[in-house]
C-alpha cells in the first residue's frame, strides 16, 4: 500500500479560473466589468491538471485537489464539467491511489437541477458567495437574494454538500445576529469568512473594529446555540488552542505558500490568488512545468518575504502558534497583517473559551482528539487502529446520548476539516471522512452527557 507524503513545499493545488468574467457586478470583485472575457479551453484544463498530478505524484504525493473558480465558474459551461470528470477518471485509472477532491466557488444563481445532481453524484464541494441577508449582501445579480437562496434551499434538500463564504464588510456591523440567524432560516450549516485587501491599493472590505465586533458577537451566538454550524476559521483556531494542526493555509504560519497557484484561461499561472488582474504572472504552464515554475526566483522571493513577514512581525507575539502571521494577501508592505488587531483581540476570546472548556471535559477531549491527530505524528498502522477503536467508542456514546441524536457525522465539515493534508489516501480513509469531528460537537456530546 502506498501513503501519501502531503506535506510541506512539494505539491501543487490549482485554483483553476475556468472563465475570467461573472454575471454579478461585485464592487470589490477584480473580475467585475472586466472587459477580456476568456474561457478556459478545455486542452488547457487537461494540461494544468495531468501536470498537476505528475507533479504531486513524482514528490510522493497521491491527492490533488482542485478548484473550479472564475469570474462565475458556470459559466465555463455543463459539458466541460462532465468531461472533466471524465479525465480524473481516466487519472484514476492510471494511478489507483490518486484521491482527487473538487470543489467549486460559485454566486449560485445558475445552479439549476442538473448542476446540483452533478455536483452532488460527483462529490463536489460546493462554496456559495453570498455575504448574508439582503441588506448586507454585496455579490449581486439583478434578482438580488431570491435566485440564490432559492437555489441554497435546493442544495439543502438534495443534502448536496456545500457551504457559504461571505466578504465581511463595514455594512456587517451591528449584524452579527442577524446573519446568524439568516443561516438556521436558510439550513445553512458551513460557512467561511473573507475580510481582506482586495485591491493594488490595499483598500481592506471592513475595519478592525467593525471586524472585530461582529466575530466576537458571531462568536456567542454560535458556540452558545443549538444549530450544528461549522464556521471554518473558529474551527481552525480550535484545533490549535488544542495543540493540533489544521489544513488550512490561512493558519500554517505560511508554512504552506507556494503550494496555491491560480491559472487564468490563458495558462498564466500566479502566486495564490491575486488581488490584481494586472499583476504579472510567474509563468505560462502550457510552456512550462509546475517544478521549473516553483524553481523560479522570482517566487522564491515571495515565499521567503512571506515567511520573514511573519518572523519579523509576530515573532513576540502571544498569539503567534494561533495565528501564524494569517494570509500573507492580507499583509502590508513591511509585513503586518492588515488584520492584525481584530487576530489580537478575537483568538485569546476564543482559547480563553477552549481552555476553560478542556478543564471541565477532558476525557472527552481526549476520547475525540484521535479524529483530529493528523497521522503523519505516529504513524498511518497505528493511527488507523486508533481510529477504528475510537469509532468503536463512539458509536457507544451516540447509543448513550441517542435523546438528542448527537452524532459527529451529522456536523457539518468543510474538505479542510476532514482530514489533514498528510493522511493516506484509500478506502478505508475515505469511508472515515465524515466520522472527524469538530469542537463544537465535543462541546454538545459534553453538555448531553452532563444533562443525562
Not at 456514546?397 to 457525522?409: A, F, H, P, T
Request: glycine residues 6%.
Amino acid at each position: 500500500m502506498k501513503t501519501s507524503n502531503c506535506v510541506g513545499y512539494n505539491q501543487i493545488t490549482p485554483i483553476i479560473k475556468v472563465v475570467d468574467y461573472c454575471n454579478f457586478h461585485c464592487n470589490f470583485c477584480r473580475y467585475s466589468n472586466n472587459p477580456h472575457k476568456s474561457s478556459m479551453t478545455f486542452q488547457t484544463f487537461k494540461t494544468i491538471v495531468e501536470k498537476a498530478c505528475d507533479y504531486n505524484i513524482s514528490n510522493g504525493c497521491y491527492q490533488l485537489s482542485i478548484t473550479f473558480h472564475g469570474g462565475e465558474p458556470l459559466l465555463w459551461g455543463y459539458d466541460n464539467f462532465v468531461n472533466a470528470i471524465v479525465l480524473e477518471k481516466e487519472l484514476k485509472i492510471k494511478y489507483p491511489q490518486l484521491d482527487i477532491r473538487n470543489s467549486i466557488q460559485t454566486n449560485g444563481s445558475l445552479l439549476n437541477d442538473r448542476w446540483i445532481d452533478f455536483f452532488s453524484e460527483n462529490n463536489f464541494d460546493i462554496g456559495i458567495s453570498i455575504d448574508g441577508p439582503e441588506e448586507i449582501n454585496f455579490h449581486k445579480g439583478d434578482t438580488g437574494n431570491k435566485t440564490v437562496i432559492e437555489n441554497i434551499h435546493k442544495l439543502s434538500q438534495k443534502k448536496c454538500k456545500f457551504g457559504i463564504l461571505s466578504v465581511i464588510t463595514n455594512d456587517h456591523a451591528g449584524w452579527a445576529d442577524k446573519y446568524y440567524e439568516f443561516l438556521v432560516e436558510h439550513d445553512i450549516h458551513s460557512v467561511g469568512f473573507c475580510y481582506c485587501m482586495y485591491d493594488e491599493d490595499r483598500q481592506i472590505t471592513v475595519s478592525n473594529n467593525i471586524l472585530t465586533d461582529f466575530l466576537k458577537q458571531f462568536f456567542i451566538r454560535f458556540y452558545e446555540g443549538e444549530y450544528q454550524l461549522n464556521v471554518r476559521e473558529f474551527n481552525n483556531v480550535f484545533k490549535l488552542c488544542l495543540g493540533l494542526r489544521t489544513g488550512s493555509c490561512s493558519f500554517s504560519k505560511r508554512q504552506r505558500c507556494g503550494n496555491f497557484f491560480s491559472i487564468r484561461p490563458n495558462g498564466d499561472m500566479y502566486f495564490c490568488d491575486p488581488y490584481s488582474l494586472e499583476t504579472p504572472p510567474l509563468g505560462n504552464i502550457l510552456t512550462e512545468t509546475f517544478a521549473s515554475i516553483k524553481a523560479k526566483p522570482e517566487l522564491l522571493k515571495i515565499i521567503a518575504a512571506a515567511k520573514e513577514g511573519a518572523l519579523k512581525e509576530c515573532g513576540n507575539c502571544e498569539i503567534k502558534n494561533i495565528c501564524g502571521g494569517g494570509c500573507y494577501r492580507s499583509s502590508s508592505l513591511d509585513g503586518k497583517n492588515a488584520f492584525c488587531e481584530t487576530f489580537k483581540s478575537l483568538y485569546p476570546y476564543i482559547e480563553k473559551v477552549v481552555r476553560s472548556f478542556s478543564k471541565k471535559c477532558r476525557g472527552v477531549i481526549e476520547l475525540h482528539l484521535i479524529y483530529l491527530e493528523p497521522m503523519s505524528s505516529m504513524g498511518y498502522n497505528r493511527a488507523k487502529t486508533i481510529m477504528s477503536n475510537g469509532e468503536r467508542i463512539l458509536v457507544s456514546m451516540n447509543g448513550l446520548y441517542d435523546s438528542k441524536k448527537i452524532e459527529c457525522k451529522d456536523y457539518p465539515v468543510w474538505d479542510g476539516d476532514r482530514y489533514d493534508e498528510s493522511w493516506s489516501s484509500d478506502s478505508w480513509q475515505d469511508s472515515h471522512r465524515n466520522q472527524i469531528v469538530n469542537f463544537k460537537c465535543l462541546h454538545d456530546i459534553y453538555n448531553t452527557q452532563s444533562q443525562n
